[in-house]
C-alpha cells in the first residue's frame, strides 16, 4: 500500500488490479490486517515509519502457512501482492518466493510418495522384520525377564509388590 499526500491509503497499481487481488481471501486477510496494524500505531505513536514497519510485521504474519497447496498458492498471492504494493521490500519477497518455491517442491514429492501402488505396498509387507540387520537379536530368557521386572518395579517403588505376591515360575520353552 502508498499513502498519498493526505495520508490516506491507497494501492500502488489501478483500482481494478487492487479489487481482483483481493478476491482472494488470504490477501485481503493481509491487506486488512496490514491496514489494521497501521491505522491503530499511527494513532497512538503518531509516527509514520513505526506504522509501516509495524504494519510489515503483521503482514507477514497474516500470510497462510506454507503447508498444502492451497495455502502455498495464497501465500505467493499474499507475497505478490505486498511486493506490488510496497508492503514487503524486494530482497524480502523474493526469499519469501524461494520459500513458497520450496514447499511446492516438497508438497509436490509427498503426493507422489503417496501414490505407491498396492504392488509396491505388498512387496514391502512380504520383507522380513530385521532384513537389514545380519542377525536376528537373541529373545532374553525366563530368568532375565524376571530380573528386569523386579528391576522396572523396584525402580518405581513396587518391589514390596513382587514379594507379597508369590507367583509361581513357569517355564516357557
Given at each position: 500500500m502508498l499513502l498519498d499526500s493526505c495520508g490516506n491509503l491507497r494501492p500502488q497499481h489501478g483500482k481494478a488490479d487492487h479489487r481482483r487481488a483481493l478476491q482472494n481471501p488470504a490477501v485481503?486477510?493481509?491487506?486488512q490486517t496490514w491496514e489494521r496494524v497501521y491505522r491503530s500505531v499511527l494513532k497512538y505513536r503518531k509516527s509514520k515509519a513505526l506504522a509501516l514497519f509495524d504494519a510489515g510485521v503483521a503482514f507477514r504474519e497474516a500470510m497462510p502457512l506454507l503447508a498444502g497447496h492451497e495455502n502455498i498458492s495464497d501465500f505467493i498471492a499474499c507475497v505478490t501482492y505486498g511486493m506490488e504494493n510496497l508492503v514487503l521490500m524486494e530482497d524480502t519477497g523474493t526469499k519469501l518466493l524461494?520459500?513458497?518455491?520450496?514447499?511446492l517442491s516438497a508438497n509436490r514429492r509427498t503426493k507422489r510418495s503417496k501414490k505407491t501402488s498396492q504392488s509396491d505396498l505388498k512387496a514391502i509387507d512380504t520383507l522380513p522384520l530385521h532384513h537389514n540387520s545380519e542377525k536376528t537379536p537373541p529373545l532374553a530368557t525366563t530368568i532375565e525377564n524376571k530380573r528386569l521386572i523386579r528391576i522396572n518395579r523396584e525402580n518405581k517403588g513396587l518391589a514390596g509388590a513382587e514379594s507379597s505376591q508369590k507367583q509361581p515360575e513357569t517355564a516357557i520353552f
Open positions: 485481503a486477510h493481509c491487506q524461494y520459500a513458497a518455491q520450496v514447499a
